[in-house]
Each structure stands twice: as C-alpha cells, then as structure tokens.
C-alpha cells in the first residue's frame, strides 16, 4: 500500500494530519484554560519536547522497522512496551503488585500470539530491524511516562497537540535530511506528497483520523485515570483490530483463531493489571491515611503533655484527637502498619509496653478501641 514510501516521510506523513486536526481542539482547550495553567503550561515546555522528542522517534523506527523486518518480529519488538514499564518500576523500586506483574506476562504473550498470527512471509528478519522496533518500544515507555505527568493537569488536546507538533516537525525535518525529501515535490519524494496524490491520501487520513485521533489522542486522555501499564498493555490489541479493520474493508483475509485467542489474552491481562492497580493504589492511600492520622496524635502529644504539668486541659484534648484519629485509622484498616511507621519502634518506650498512648484502650482481638 505505502511501501515505496521512505519510513520517516511515512511517520511524518501521518503526524502532519493528526497535527492539523488536534490543533482545533486545542485552541478551544486554551481559550477555556486559566491564566495560571496557561502559564504552567509554558513552563512545561521542556517535558512537552521530550515526549515530542520519544513520539518522533517512536514512529520513526517503528515504521523503519516495518520495512526492515518482519512484521512478526516488528510486532513482537514493539510489543515489548509493558515489560520494560513493569522491569523499570519494580528495578526502581517503585510499588508493583504481583497481580500488574502476573497480568504483564499474560499480556506478553497475548501480544506474541498476536505479532505470530500477523506473520508476513515475504519479508527476511534483520538484525538493525529488530532493535529498531525495540527502540521504538523504549521510546513509548518515555512517551507515556512524560504524558502521565503532564496530563495530570493539562488538558487532553493541548498535550497532544504541542507534543504531535513537535513530532511531525522533527521527523519532516529528518525526512529532508535524510531522505532526500522535496518541500514541492508530489508523491513518496515530497514532504507533504500525500496531499496531491490520490493513491496515498486515502492511507494518510485513514492513519492520521483512526490510530492517531482516536487511537493516540484517546490514549493521552486515558493518562490522567489509568496506570501506563494499563495503556501499554491495551496498545497490544492493535493488531486485532487492524486486522479486523482490515477485513471489514476487505484488504486482507479474515483473522485466524490465534488472533482472537492473543486478543482475548490481552484483554484478560489489562483487566488483571487494571484491578491490581486499583487494589494496590487504594491500599497505598489507607496506609498514608493511617499514617497521618498517627503523625497528628504524636505532633499533639508532647503539647498535651506540657499543658498538662501547666495546669491545662491537655489531657482531655489528647484524647479526642486520639479518638477521631483513631477511628480513622481504624476505617483505613491499617493502623498496625502506619503506627510502626510512624513511632519507628519507639512507641513502646514512650507510650506504653504495647506501642499506644497512654489514656485510650488498647485494642485487642483486632477490633478498635471500645471508645471509638
């Protein structure tokens, strides 16, 4: 279809068009935006050009690897994305759950099955191709991470709109240099070739409406609710819905079993890591919930203590805090964990044998104390 076009002509093809149209909603986005987010979004210029800078590189070795290999291990390569997110954040020592890593490796192989089931066997495998498509990998990892930070806060069609910019800018850019590309020429030599040919203007809208607005621009505004590991994993299931695509408009053969048994794969595992996630971020917040709630009792110990030897009330204000805090963190069923955390092992030396303070109940047999 656009194979006798030049890999990064190609990736910049693409991005040209889904730049043109995610321009429209975000000059909506930034005439609704705040003074103080529109200045943020400024100052935000640096991380908005390294994702620009990962997306560019992202599709630019994709699409060489396309050419270069086959699509099998193109597909496979490329796939790689949720392993490397999943290695990274349990190598950094970040939080991970055995439910994300258990749904990561079945999402792996979801994703084999599917890249074997689109095999190709007209193209010969190489070497330079492989490690194209596992750098375009690695650069959707620091494409999602960068976009996760971001979008916390910036609205979906600005994000991808300056980013998408940036990165059909730099791969037009890499295309004239590279490539031999012609500003005015018409055809697979020109750096806006596909609008003046009617064999290749069908692709390009089809590449720039479909993967690049629906696909990428519903990707970035699904940043700001789910896990990167979750995204990645989905991203997987393109070959699926390719092929049905595909299909449907009748430029390939139906899909075999192996696609819908990776699809469904695939599927399973974002599910899995989707509800691990959650699991592991609900529990995270009881525990810094608890933890607070503890911080509070002991910042106001020693003051009740001091107004106590002065005559005060204190001790009846310590023990309301303790109450309400204590009822919290029994709420976030985690008051174990976030008073050890707390005290570091010294609660016992000042508050009593058991680690509590002194005056409230200790709780026994797991149950709060009887005054909560």
Known sequence: ????????TLAAWRLQLTSVLLGIGAAVQLCGMPPEDRQRTAQSAGLLAASGVCLALHFGTWV???QATSLTHSLLFVSATPLFLAGGTWLLGRPISAGELGGTAVGLAGGVLLATAAARADAQVTLRGDMAALAASLCFVGYLLIGQRLRAWMPAF??????TGLAALLLTLSALLFEGARLLAAGRHGLLGWTADLHYLPYVVYLGVVPGIVGHTGFNTLLRHLNPLIISLACNLEPL???LLGWAVGVVTAPGPWTYVGGALVLASTATVSIASHRREKKQASKAAASRAIQRILSSSSNAEAAEAGGGGGGDDLRR???SAAAEAW???SWGPAWAQAK?????ASHGSAGWPAGPQQPSGGKPPDHV
């Open 344 to 348: 570091g092992g010294e609660a016992g």
């Open 1 to 8: 279809m656009m194979g006798d076009v030049p890999p990064i």
């Open 331 to 333: 709420r976030e069923d």
């Open 321 to 323: 805090m303790f109450d």
């Open 241 to 243: 819905l390719g092929s």
């Open 158 to 163: 600005v994000y991808a709109f300056f980013v």
């Open 64 to 66: 060489y690897s396309v």
